[in-house]
Nanobody, 117 residues
């Protein structure tokens, strides 16, 4: 069974950047399409970015497209999310997991991103 640990969040000013990491252990994620999700205050968790197993296909919701970049390093069993030009609406707890919601692993603790001046 795979365990997921997100890190890299923190306080960032509007317009700033940061990179989130998701390290998997207990099993390989290499063959699994992956995704980043986020949950903003008062909102449900939403899927925001996906990536295929070989990184050939990447998809984003409109709210982050052009600003966020999803990537992965299968040799390191790690998923990344580069956040650029952040705005206060990006404030949320960010989670990684499988893309397909019928094949989810247990959720990790998430990592908090707070965008504030």
């Amino acid at each position: 069974q795979v365990q997921l640990v997100e890190s890299g969040g923190g306080l960032v000013q509007p317009g700033g950047s940061l990179r989130l990491s998701c390290v998997a252990s207990g099993g390989s994620i290499a063959l699994r399409p992956m995704a980043w999700y986020r949950q903003a205050p008062g909102k449900q968790r939403e899927l925001i970015a996906t990536i295929s197993s070989a990184s050939i296909s990447r998809n984003y919701v409109d709210s982050v497209k052009g600003r966020f970049t999803i990537s992965r390093d299968n040799a390191k069993n790690t998923l990344y999310l580069q956040l650029s030009t952040v705005n206060p609406e990006d404030t949320a707890v960010y989670y990684c997991n499988a893309r397909d919601t019928d094949r989810l692993w247990p959720w990790g603790q998430g990592t908090q991103v707070t965008v504030s001046s």
